[in-house]
T-cell receptor, first 112, second 119 residues
Framework: GNSVTQMEGPVTLSEEAFLTINCTYTATGYPSLFWYVQYPGEGLQLLLKATKADDKGSNKGFEATYRKETTSFHLEKGSVQVSDSAVYFCALSKDGGFKTIFGAGTRLFVKA | NAGVTQTPKFQVLKTGQSMTLQCAQDMNHEYMSWYRQDPGMGLRLIHYSVGAGITDQGEVPNGYNVSRSTTEDFPLRLLSAAPSQTSVYFC??????????????????FGDGTRLSIL
């Protein structure tokens, strides 16, 4: 079946460090891939998306490239800020958006 | 622009009690869903609906009921609360994938969640 695996956290970085959160997926066909972010006490918000192979999603300095050959969608940011501290979820969706599959989430702490 | 509104934000129940978690969206989205979020397990789909009068089960439907009488509202009912249902519950909505957009699936809009404790 479809599944998403992302690196376990928590990830602790100093401000301005480089961030990578790994995400791999298992799915048939052509899923769409997403990164969502959850700030404390809030629901998930879409961070970026990619809908086909080699697409690069980007937003707020975050980037992720849809790699079909390695079934990966790793999240990167060149210089993190304290305000980026949150939980990040990788997700896939197909068949019209039904039954979006989420990874377990990776908590990021950024120290000043 | 309210988006997806969930009520209540917090609730404590005793085992065996029933209650309804409310969810409303004002974006005219066809698709609505309920998830539960537990530590280390991400979000798991409980039930979903693709339009008024149409609902279906997700990954973990046992102990929960839903109905969709209007496009806007999608309440989740706990019939007889159990401690295993202690969790944070999220409602989400999205438009259905557009015609001609092969493989494109719309991202979901989430409410702020309901934190439920069952004693």
């Amino acid at each position: 079946g479809n599944s998403v695996t992302q690196m376990e956290g928590p990830v602790t970085l100093s401000e301005e460090a480089f961030l990578t959160i790994n995400c791999t997926y298992t799915a048939t066909g052509y899923p769409s891939l997403f990164w969502y972010v959850q700030y404390p006490g809030e629901g998930l918000q879409l961070l970026l998306k990619a809908t086909k192979a080699d697409d690069k999603g980007s937003n707020k300095g975050f980037e992720a490239t849809y790699r079909k050959e390695t079934t990966s969608f790793h999240l990167e940011k060149g210089s993190v800020q304290v305000s980026d501290s949150a939980v990040y979820f990788c997700a896939l969706s197909k068949d019209g958006g039904f039954k979006t599959i989420f990874g377990a989430g990776t908590r990021l702490f950024v120290k000043a | 622009n309210a988006g997806v509104t969930q009520t209540p934000k917090f609730q404590v129940l005793k085992t065996g009690q029933s209650m309804t978690l409310q969810c409303a969206q004002d974006m005219n989205h066809e698709y609505m869903s309920w998830y539960r979020q537990d530590p280390g397990m991400g979000l798991r789909l409980i039930h979903y609906s693709v339009g008024a009068g149409i609902t279906d089960q997700g990954e973990v439907p046992n102990g929960y009921n839903v109905s969709r009488s209007t496009t806007e509202d999608f309440p989740l009912r706990l019939l007889s609360a159990a401690p295993s249902q202690t969790s944070v519950y999220f409602c989400a909505s999205s438009p259905l994938a557009g015609a001609g957009e092969r493989g494109y699936n719309q991202p979901q809009h989430f409410g702020d969640g309901t934190r439920l404790s069952i004693l």
